[in-house]
């Protein structure tokens, strides 16, 4: 009896110390998404300032953040509710931020143009000639 009781507790006590998201709160994966996309808004709002010197950075960010927040259909509110929660729970956060950078590497590492290595340039002599013909 005792040993069913202990076991009952142990599992009562494992599981009230699982953390989940409050309501109101963006889900984890949803929010490592809005986060990319608004690290990658900030990113272009300075492209686009240090492009175009009649458009100020402060003025692209707060509209590539209001189409950020349109894409995933939330508000500024939530958002920010969202990330002081994750703020305040620096696990969740740092598992956020690890996959970020993750992306940011594969992204990064991508091939920005085709190799033309893999191309059987034969083939494209004879179609050039075939066009000559």
Same mark, same amino acid.
């Not at 009952?8 to 929010?31: D, H, R, W």
């Not at 993750?102 to 033309?116: A, G, N």
């Given at each position: ?40 808004? =900030?990113? *272009?709002?300075? @492209?686009?300032?240090?492009? !175009? ?5 402060? +003025?692209?960010?707060?509209?590539? %953040? ?31 931020? =690890?996959? *970020?950078?993750? @992306?940011?590497?594969?992204? !990064? ?5 085709? +190799?033309?290595?893999?191309?059987? %340039? ?12």
């Amino acid at each position: 009896m005792i040993r069913c009781i202990l076991i009952i507790a142990t599992s009562v006590l494992f599981y009230s110390c699982k953390e989940t998201v409050p309501s109101g709160i963006i889900k984890q994966n949803k929010m490592q998404e809005v986060l990319w996309d608004m690290l990658r808004a =900030d990113a *272009l709002s300075h @492209q686009i300032a240090n492009s !175009d010197s009649t458009k100020l950075a402060e +003025d692209e960010r707060a509209k590539l %953040k209001r189409q950020v927040f349109i894409i995933y259909n939330i508000t500024e509110d939530q958002f920010d509710k969202s990330y002081s929660y994750y703020v305040q729970h620096p696990e969740i956060m740092r598992n956020m931020l =690890d996959s *970020l950078n993750s @992306q940011k590497i594969r992204v !990064d590492t991508l091939p920005t143009s085709i +190799d033309t290595n893999y191309v059987n %340039k034969d083939s494209i002599k004879q179609k050039i000639l075939k066009k000559d013909e």
